[in-house]
């Protein structure tokens, strides 16, 4: 373009301040919308995780901060956001609320990103007389098509500051907020260039790509968005050949980049864990929990792996080790899960088919698969404002995409990123958390849809209107299709209950369970819930009677064992107690106090012989307990001084 035809450039005047725009007030309002529901939460019981993975990603930081850095194995669970939560606490102190602050930032920030997306999708320079510009008695009208992208983007951006789930995943524990900002700058990226980024450019994106993916890898789908942008997007200056070069070698750059993103995570698995393992190990038990003959396209986990994060880690190792009768290392352990995950797409290919159509279904259905349940305890607690949730906005995104798929090809490259990050999830399993990255993109859709709508309406465009109605009609009905598994309805009244049973709130643990048990009586876990509390209420038969109806759904749960061997020990019954705590090493041979209790148990029973054992092997796996050393000298002396038969 001429340097003549570019606008002059407003030079300001002494003393003169530069004028804030909408970027600036809606970071500032979600900023705000964001810190409003903090600061509730800090008056909560719920600022300090004790369960689910906040708890897991505290823990792994706490251990951090006092100086186990790393464990000698590949990561296991990827690790940016403990170890950041670790600086973060080595700087500030302990305390949650600063991380929630942070990701408050970032989430003001996906709110500028959303606007100035739907500035460079929708808007568009007005020609000279067009009705737009003409007659005060379509002022209103002329309003909305001379700034329809500011429109957009501010409904979008607002629509951004009161979807639900997100105000619950800001405030706590979560990376999602950290995701959702960087997957859709690196959109906006790719959608605002009309010319290629410098290759300085083109490598720092791939960077903080790779970054990114050592908190949440679901990042890399982005990836062939990009490389698509390099290759058939963006203007290159030159000859034919140099272009392709020159596209070539920014390809190159940008896999270079990512894995000097990543570094940090492959440098300590391949040299100090001596592992080969990109990032997190904890890939392949994924892969399975979303691929396996139980799978309903949502977490289930199948029959040997428990809820939870930690839990359900540790259960991956032990099963995989069980089965290969020696310790692994991580990599393996990954490998022998994808290696069932991908028997069972083989053998059953066209059963992973239909499911891979239930998760995609799923994906898009209003139904909110909240694993952590923390969005219903949250609400409950009046911590979150009311607002959007995620069946609303896509069902008005997806006719709002339709409609700008012609008129407004940019809007392409969001529905694009919508989709690929849809694709990431059909390889696992879909949550409330994990498609939360989408909504961004959705709220482009939903609110370009709206506008249209509004303007159809005024302009007497009916054909349009009816189409948009009709659209939306369809769409409606799809994220409605409703679930029909009684356990996905249990599970916020499960976690809710699970929840209020830690905090020692009895009367609200036990209507929550009681829902969860109508739902799901056949469910291991609930009975194992309601089992502990009836046992917290006092009441040790019924505790009994849970707990055998667990062990009776799930042969190899460990609590269940545990417990009613605590329970034999109250009652004096020293072999059942023992027989119990056996059953439960079994699922965790690396629990000492198991082993501990085994040998109280042994000892009470007056089988001194392997008491002995049992202690020494508590012992062995944790010298630094004092109880342990007390009850082996007490089986060392009734041994001495028992009286030969």
Not at 151 to 177: D, K, N, Q, R
Not at 474 to 498: E, M, R
Request: hydrophobic residues 50%.
């Amino acid at each position: 373009m001429p340097l003549a035809c570019l606008p002059p450039v407003k030079s300001l005047k002494p003393g003169q301040r530069h004028a804030l725009s909408p970027s600036h007030y809606l970071f500032a309002a979600v900023f705000l919308l964001r810190l409003i529901v903090l600061l509730r939460l800090t008056s909560s019981p719920f600022l300090l995780p004790n369960s689910g993975d906040m708890h897991f990603y505290n823990e792994w930081a706490q251990r951090i901060l006092h100086g186990k850095v790393t464990e000698h194995h590949a990561f296991y669970g990827l690790p940016l956001y403990p170890y950041l939560l670790a600086c973060l606490y080595a700087l500030f102190g302990y305390s949650p609320f600063i991380p929630g602050f942070l990701q408050a930032i970032l989430d003001g920030g996906t709110a500028v990103v959303i606007y100035k997306l739907a500035i460079r999708i929708f808007s568009g320079p007005v020609p000279p007389g067009h009705p737009a510009v003409a007659g005060p008695e379509n002022s209103t009208r002329n309003f909305f098509r001379r700034y329809r992208g500011e429109c957009i983007g501010v409904l979008a951006a607002l629509g951004w500051g009161f979807f639900v789930p997100e105000e619950a995943y800001s405030a706590i524990l979560m990376p999602a907020a950290g995701l959702v900002f960087v997957f859709w700058f690196v959109v906006w990226q790719i959608v605002h260039r009309r010319d290629a980024p410098t290759p300085l450019a083109t490598l720092m994106l791939g960077v903080l790509i790779g970054f990114t993916a050592m908190g949440i890898a679901t990042i890399l789908f982005l990836v062939p968005l990009l490389f698509v942008a390099l290759f058939f997007k963006w203007n290159w200056t030159g000859d034919a050949r140099s272009i392709w070069l020159a596209k070539g070698a920014a390809a190159a750059l940008a896999f270079i980049g990512i894995g000097i993103g990543a570094s940090p995570c492959w440098i300590h698995n391949y040299f100090i864990a001596r592992d080969p393992v990109f990032l997190s190990a904890h890939s392949g038990v994924n892969f399975w929990i979303g691929n396996n003959p139980l799978a309903t396209g949502y977490p289930r986990f199948p029959p040997g792996l428990h809820a939870g994060q930690k839990a359900m880690l540790e259960d991956s190792i032990t099963t995989a080790e069980k089965s290969a009768g020696r310790s692994l290392k991580r990599s393996e352990v990954s490998a022998y899960w994808s290696e069932k995950a991908r028997s069972y797409i083989k053998n059953n290919f066209g059963a992973w088919l239909k499911l891979l159509l239930v998760k995609a279904g799923n994906f898009w259905n209003a139904f909110q698969y909240d694993d952590l349940s923390i969005i219903t305890i949250l609400r409950e607690q009046n911590v979150i404002l009311p607002g959007l949730k995620f069946g609303l906005v896509a069902a008005l995104a997806i006719p709002g995409f339709l409609l700008a798929f012609s008129k407004y090809p940019l809007s392409r490259w969001v529905a694009a990123a919508v989709l690929l990050h849809m694709a990431s999830l059909l390889t696992v399993f879909v949550t409330e958390r994990y498609r939360v990255a989408a909504v961004p993109g959705l709220l482009l859709g939903a609110s370009f849809g709206i506008l249209e709508l509004w303007q159809s309406c005024v302009s007497a465009k009916y054909s349009r209107t009816v189409l948009y109605l009709v659209l939306l009609l369809a769409t409606t009905l799809f994220v409605s299709i409703p679930q029909k598994d009684p356990g996905l309805w249990a599970l916020d009244a499960y976690n809710s209950g699970w929840q209020a049973l830690q905090s020692n709130n009895l009367p609200l643990a036990e209507k929550k369970l009681n829902v969860a048990y109508a739902y799901a009586p056949e469910n291991a876990e609930v009975n194992f819930a309601l089992g502990n509390l009836q046992l917290d209420q006092g009441n040790k038969s019924a505790a009994e009677s849970y707990y055998l109806a667990t062990l009776r759904l799930d042969s190899n749960h460990e609590g269940a064992y545990n417990n009613l061997g605590i329970l034999a020990l109250e009652e004096k019954h020293w072999s059942r107690a023992a027989k119990f705590f056996a059953n439960a090493v079994q699922q965790d041979p690396g629990d000492a106090k198991t082993y501990y209790l085994i040998a109280q148990a042994q000892f009470n029973a007056h089988d001194f012989q392997n008491a002995s054992l049992a202690i020494a092997r508590a012992i062995e796996l944790n010298p630094a307990e004092p109880q342990f050393h007390a009850l082996s000298e007490k089986i060392q002396r009734a041994r001495t001084t028992e009286s030969p038969r």
